[in-house]
């Protein structure tokens, strides 16, 4: 089963615009990372935000954590045509059973 | 530092024949995982080990999927009989330990006609 559930499905902009994917679960967490997934390729791990952090920032990344509202977002700025992926997040469940659960993902085209 | 190796990256073979797949993880990493993906979905956990001990296997399905890590290194995956609906990527993934972050291979790509 998958806990979480980005949205949007699809995404598409231009160039030098800004690409916001949410993230919704439905457990507490100890965690939830983000990982981008070009096509035909493995899963790289972008950003973790732990469940006691509000906000956090990587580059061109930031990413929002609301653990009263179980969502999170991930916020791309001035987005490159190579930021075409997938994006999954994924929450570690509390409970101890160290699982990874991901989500669906976001296809995010940035047109040059 | 390598990453994660995968093999074959991509294997097509008619139902009902056995198939397995390769995983070595990147040196010193203690946690190793299988994940299957289909097309358009995220990853779903098959297997995870630490060191040599399958830790969880509860969505490996048992009848037809088996799974080893010899020595707490290398890692095998296989499947037999293989089915059309197995058709998917199996992906490898490792992690150091309490770091939270998988390193994923680039995967496995299996077609059964």
């Known amino acids: 089963s998958q806990q979480g559930e980005e949205d949007p499905q699809a995404l598409s902009i231009q160039e030098g615009e800004n690409a916001t994917m949410n993230c919704s679960y439905k457990?507490?967490?100890?965690?939830l990372q983000w990982y981008r997934q070009n096509s035909g390729r493995g899963l790289v791990h972008l950003i973790l935000?732990?469940?006691?952090?509000r906000e956090k920032h990587s580059g061109r990344l930031r990413v929002t954590l609301d653990t009263s509202k179980k969502s999170s977002s991930l916020l791309i700025t001035a987005s490159r045509a190579a930021d075409t992926a997938s994006y999954f997040c994924?929450?570690?469940?509390?409970?101890?059973?160290?699982?990874?659960?991901f989500g669906k993902g976001t296809k995010l085209t940035v047109n040059p | 530092e390598a990453g994660v190796v995968q093999s074959p990256r991509y294997k097509i073979i008619e139902k009902k024949q056995p198939v397995a797949f390769w995983c070595n993880p990147i040196?010193?990493?203690?946690?190793l995982y299988w994940y299957l993906q289909n097309l358009g979905q995220g990853p779903e956990l098959l297997i995870r080990?630490?060191?040599?001990?399958?830790?969880?296997d509860s969505q490996l399905p048992k009848d037809r999927f088996s799974a080893e890590r010899l020595k707490g290194v290398d890692s095998t995956l296989k499947i037999q009989p293989a089915e059309l609906g197995d058709s998917a990527v199996y992906l490898c993934?490792?992690?150091?330990?309490?770091?939270?972050?998988?390193?994923f291979g680039e995967g496995s790509r299996l077609t059964v006609l």
């Open positions: 993934a490792s992690s150091p330990r309490n770091t939270g972050e998988l390193f």
């Open positions: 457990t507490s967490i100890n965690n």
């Open positions: 935000i732990r469940s006691n952090e």
């Open positions: 994924a929450t570690d469940p509390q409970g101890g059973s160290e699982k990874l659960v």
């Open positions: 040196s010193g990493h203690n946690t």
């Open positions: 080990y630490e060191n040599e001990e399958a830790v969880d």
